[in-house]
């Protein structure tokens, strides 16, 4: 039996809805970017915006941060289940940070409005952001999700168009800048509702049927894309395990293995072997393991294909039962979610990189690495926020390097911060943000650059950091090299610290003191010795690769100006040839 053919017109009209769907997601990214208060959102662009059909499944995504796709969706549908679609009503306004739904943490505020044709509920609008501030413990450890901030149960904020004060008002008293946040607010409010306009728009100019029918087709074309490229991966059970530094309360390392079965055109990712949930704050929800899952299957399969939406998973199972360090349950602490599902995503891809080579690349620094920095100002305003985003080295592919100072796989489009705006509202001073030196793997293809960023501050601070994978470098593939992992460095009193770990709790920093963040590098791809001559040369000139490092590991004899002594690399790379054979 075959699939009766969709008259040309339908084509045409579904490429339309699908256009006018990436569209009012892309009008709803920019118009919370322009009117948050909060740089975290307007700069780094944490956060994310999305349409859901009536299921709560998702129809279209502005692209933003990878790891709130399904944390998105699931809240959404949480919803739907709490009030049902009979209990929820034109006007209203859903509002929850629950942690457990979100997969994420507290800082996490997810507002939702419903989108009604022909007197029912057929789709919502939905925003998911970063507030930098929700109460709790300022920069220390955590142990449960109690001394996190504020947990909002599902509610109505508003309620048949009128707005809850007394809601807004429990809120106030539980957030250190209540204008801040209530300018972010507002601002995920004017998103949500651009999304219902523009929706109500297009259902009034195409009628539901035919926008639900081009949906449903357009679920379809992206199930087939997704299934057509898993088929030509050779079927087979793929595994592996990687181990991120601590928990931040224990020493021990948390291991992460993933196992990955191909069967056909489906994909099973089975985290049954993960860790099971730590005592320390870098535990997340069921909805970040399974954003893990979808975001590196989205990249092996179809990453161009917009707008992403709920087809394109269909092809893909996720195993994950309750109680993993990415399916954590109450009261586990949240605070640091996004740092272990970054290496999540990771292993899958290096579960699968002898199986699909052309699309996996090398590992990359695998972190946000972010400082966090408060107190009160020399002009007795008290201040709170990070310090930087600096982003680091990806891992190097088949047939290219990686790239250099770039943010992690799950953070997307978040940006780094312009060191003018962090010294305009911060009392700080950046004085170094520059490539980090022979971070980069080794390899027939080079991993590329982390960055270093050194800053003082310029008034007593309190200075908090949770930055991870200082101890598990990120790892090459095909014979390529390791690349530096992430390091923090920083002055307490003006004496030099320099830790055995990531973690750094609540520390006191006088002024003049400073902060050093050297995010790693890439993992090289293919061995040393296949790279060209040239591009070592180059490397060398760039600064990217220090003559020492030429010489030793690339086998390499060049001088600081790129002079290349031929006669000597052609006995290095035969020498260390034979030594290794």
Known sequence: MTTP?????????????????????????????RTAYNPIIYEALDYT????????????????????????????????AHWGLDGIRPG??????????????????????????????????????????????????????Y?????????????????????????????????????????????????????SALLDRYGLDTVASSIERMYAHSEALARAAVAQVPDGTYSAETLMDDDGITDAPIP????????????????SEISPQVAGYFNSGAAAGRSASQVAFKCLTTPLQMPINEGAFRALEVVLP??????????????????IP??????????????????????????LNIAHLSGIDPQGRFFQDLVNIPGGGWGAGRHADGMAATVCINDGDTHNTPVEANEARLPILVETYRLRNDSGGAGRHRGGLGVEMTTRVLCTSRFSAGIERTRSAPWGLDGG??????????????????????????TMLAPGDYISIRSGGGGGYGHPFDRLVEAVARDVVEGYVSTAVAFDVYGVAVDARGVVDHEQTRRLRAQNREVTA
Request: proline residues 4%; charged residues 20%.
């Open 5 to 33: 053919a969709i008259p040309h017109s339908a084509v045409i009209t579904d490429e339309i809805i699908r256009g006018s769907l990436v569209a009012i997601t892309d009008e709803m990214k920019t118009n919370l970017m």
């Open 49 to 80: 915006v999305g349409l859901f059909d009536a299921n709560g499944d998702t129809v279209s995504i502005g692209l933003g941060l990878p790891m709130f796709i399904k944390g998105l969706s699931e809240t959404v549908k949480a919803k739907i």
């Open 92 to 145: 209203d306004v859903l509002l929850t940070n629950d942690a457990y739904v979100t997969g994420s943490h507290l800082n996490h505020i997810v507002l939702t409005v419903p989108v009604f044709h022909g007197g029912r509920v057929v789709a919502f609008a939905s925003s998911m952001a970063h507030w930098i501030d929700i109460g709790g413990v300022l920069g220390g450890r955590t142990t449960d999700i």
């Open 147 to 199: 001394s996190e901030g504020l947990q909002i149960p599902f509610c109505k904020v508003v309620k048949d168009g009128v707005e809850d004060q007394e809601i807004l008002g429990f809120i106030e008293m539980n957030v250190r800048r209540p204008e801040l946040a209530f300018g972010d607010y507002r601002a995920q409010i004017a998103a949500i509702r651009t999304g219902q306009r523009r929706l």
């Open 256 to 271: 992460i293995k993933v196992t990955v079965t191909v069967e056909g055109d489906r994909m099973i990712v089975d985290l």
């Open 322 to 339: 309750p109680g993993r360090v990415v399916s954590a349950e109450r009261p586990a602490a949240m605070q640091w979610w996004m740092t």
């Open 342 to 367: 970054v290496t999540v995503v990771e292993t899958i891809f290096k579960a699968l990189a002898t199986a699909m080579p052309e699309q996996v690349h090398a590992a990359h620094h695998a972190d």
């Open 481 to 506: 090299r390791a690349a530096l992992p992430n390091e923090v460095r920083y002055s307490v009193d003006g004496e030099d610290v320099v830790p055995s770990t990531g973690k750094i709790d609540a």
